[in-house]
């Protein structure tokens, strides 16, 4: 069983900062695992925000290079997305997944609600 808890989210002005965090904890290696965050809004599909491999390649979507870094410590089962200059357009559930081989996990999610 593994357990992906994320945390971090909240409410924020336009132009704003957050960081969420998602722990893993069970039976899992971490290190192994490709790590990402999706974000889904009202009405709309989910979709990938950023990923970081096991070896550390990152990859943003599009609509967030620039402003939104992942990270990952691997010591501490934890991976990050910090979030800067955040649109009204950020705000969604946020879900923290884990992938390795077949094995495939999710969050239960965080929000984040951007005011303009």
């Known amino acids: 069983q593994v357990q992906l808890v994320e945390s971090g989210g909240g409410f924020v002005q336009a132009g704003g900062s957050l960081r969420l965090s998602c722990t893993a904890s069970?039976?899992?290696?971490?290190?192994?695992?490709?790590m990402a965050w999706y974000r889904q809004a009202p009405g709309k599909q989910r979709e990938l925000v950023a990923a970081?491999?096991?070896?550390?390649?990152?990859n943003h979507a599009d609509s967030v290079k620039g402003r939104f870094t992942i990270s990952r410590d691997n010591a501490r089962n934890t991976v990050y997305l910090q979030m800067n200059s955040l649109k009204p357009e950020d705000t969604a559930v946020y879900y923290c997944?884990?992938?390795?081989?077949?094995?495939?996990?999710w969050g239960q999610g965080t929000q984040v609600t951007v005011s303009s």
């Open positions: 069970g039976a899992i290696i971490f290190s192994l695992y490709t």
């Open positions: 997944n884990s992938n390795y081989e077949r094995q495939n996990y």
């Open positions: 970081i491999t096991r070896g550390g390649t990152r």
